[in-house]
């Protein structure tokens, strides 16, 4: 057998297999999200099936050594894999609605279904490389040559597979068609091996691509997650972050939805500006500090987690023309923004596509108010929650400045709430919590100087006739929804932030306390 039809085998198998990975986290995630949790379920049992593969492939290459083998292997490993999103859309699909409607006992054994669909492709990917070092020794004296080469191909064709699916074709083409790219390639693959081994098209194995093709006729129709009723499906996109959808319901009112849909992101309506959510409750973010009568209470404004842009749209009705830098990850977002939440009819705003940390510490500007609403629910980035970053924030306010974070919790635990306290006091000198009524969110408003929540009241009684409505709304709703500062225990650091086992804990016990079966899921932003 030519060595390098062997090698471009193995380079080709070893690209599909990091992709297949990579990809199943992002099949995964627009359900079930992309928490350290899912991580080590999908890194976890990849590790299982591939060394089961190794041990297989050793086996039945001393066995049956010829290379016709090899490449029927290929060719099964590429129907298998083909088959994981056909197979997994109507599971997924049905796990979407048991997410929404917190059914833990669905959303568990849908998790594992998709995943035990990944067993096929991946262990037999996983008997490549013992083959082809079998196919390619042919003196004992080179044994270790010829593995290193084997593996060394195959780590780099690893390498490939890792960047290309999140960065190109997943945003590109989309999960289910990259599955479905990588699947042809393998096949095309083996073909190209089995045509070498007998001199003719393996014709017998033609049926696959038409079974995958009929499936996929069958299979994908409508979005993964529908509208409810009374809403139109106005977009459904996946970008190299998110499963984004955007509804409108029958009043002409949109809504961002992100990934497992668990929360609204952003709202919009062209003729209302305030919805008495969780974005309102940063608009108080200022008035925990007292002014003169002739003081700009908000001169700039940070948003780490722009999103739609509704915190920032809220924030120039209430106070004017001001700087506003929106930070948010996903640029698609940003142009999903643009085109469906009118971003860009928002005076003096600019959005930043980057990470919030890293984007918060080059731009040049202080501010007011940093408002952080950077939630995949119900977890926050970790990065996000740290004494260091907190201190980086702080850094980047004016004199008076407040930072508002969106915190998760549940109406019996608030442990995060109370440990995302502690970590600020490490910083700020007071904080001061709300808690957003028929919601599981808390916003935190941290001060650079002493404050006390009693001036929030005294704001609000003080605000002149000419106040904005909305302004002297979130005030109100904001002083109704005080709750105790209570410090926990834990603060978060670099070095050490378990936010996700936090949360994951947290998540645990509001599904084995019976609280699920009694939820609602309210119309609150990021509602965990």
């Known amino acids: 057998m030519r060595p390098t039809l062997l090698y471009l085998t193995v380079f080709v198998s070893g690209m599909s297999t990091l992709a297949i990975e990579l990809t199943a986290t992002r099949l995964l995630g627009n359900v079930f999200g992309t928490s350290n949790l899912v991580w080590a379920n999908v890194i976890g049992l990849m590790l299982l099936y591939l060394s089961i593969g190794y041990f297989l492939g050793g086996r039945l290459a001393d066995r049956y050594p010829n290379p016709r083998n090899l490449f029927r292997l290929i060719l099964w490993a590429a129907f298998l894999n083909a088959l994981i999103p056909l197979l997994a859309r109507p599971i997924l699909q049905g796990a979407a609605s048991a997410v929404i409607n917190v059914d833990a006992v669905v959303v568990v054994g849908a998790f594992l279904s998709v995943l035990v669909l990944f067993a096929g492709p991946v262990t037999l990917l996983g008997c490549v490389p013992p083959f082809a070092m079998r196919q390619a020794i042919n003196n004992l004296s080179m044994t270790g040559q010829v593995s290193g080469k084997v593996y060394a191909i195959s780590t780099l064709g690893s390498l490939l ?56 006729q069958l299979v994908t129709g409508g979005p993964l997650r529908a509208a409810p009723p009374g809403r139109t499906l106005l977009l459904e996109q996946e970008s190299a972050y998110n499963y984004i959808q955007v509804q409108e319901d029958g009043e002409g009112y949109r809504y961002l939805y992100l990934n497992e849909g668990q929360g609204i992101h952003s709202q919009w309506h062209p003729d209302r500006i305030s919805y008495g959510r969780t974005w309102s409750f940063f608009l108080t973010a200022p008035w ?20 739609g842009g509704t915190i920032a749209r809220q924030y120039h009705h209430v106070y004017g023309a001001m700087p506003i830098d929106g930070i948010e990850i996903d640029p698609a977002l940003v142009d999903v923004a643009r085109r469906w939440f009118g971003l860009d009819a928002i005076p003096g705003l600019q959005a930043w596509a980057a990470d919030g940390r890293v984007a918060l510490r080059q731009l040049p500007r202080q501010y007011s108010v940093i408002a952080l609403d950077a939630y995949r629910p119900p977890y926050i980035p970790w990065h996000l929650t740290t004494v260091e970053f907190f201190e980086e924030a702080r850094s980047r306010l004016l004199p008076a400045g407040a930072l508002a974070v969106n915190v998760g919790r549940t109406h019996s635990d608030r442990r995060l709430v109370d440990a995302m306290t502690s970590t600020l006091l490490q910083v700020f000198p007071n904080v001061h919590v709300m808690d957003v009524p028929n919601s599981f969110n808390s916003i ?42 209570v410090p926990g225990s834990l603060i978060f650091r670099d070095d050490h932030a378990p936010v996700e086992r936090l949360v994951d804990s947290l998540v645990q016990d509001f599904l084995l306390s019976g609280e699920a079966a009694r939820f609602i899921p309210a119309s609150s932003s990021h509602d965990t």
């Open 161 to 216: 597979g890792t960047f290309l699916p999140v960065l190109v074709f997943i945003p590109e083409i989309g999960t289910r068609n990259t599955f479905l790219l990588f699947a042809a390639l393998l096949y095309v693959t083996a073909l190209a091996g089995l045509w070498y081994c007998d001199g003719r098209v393996p014709v017998r194995t033609l049926w696959m691509p038409v079974v995958i093709i009929l499936l996929v």
């Open 444 to 485: 935190l408003v941290a001060t650079s100087q002493p404050s006390q929540a009693i001036t929030l009241a005294q704001n609000l009684a003080d605000l002149p006739e000419i106040a904005s409505p909305i302004l002297r709304e979130a005030l109100a709703l904001g002083v109704a929804s005080l709750a105790p500062t």
């Open 288 to 307: 925990f500090h007292k002014y003169r009568d002739d003081e700009q209470p908000v001169k700039s404004l940070a948003i780490v987690g722009l999103a």
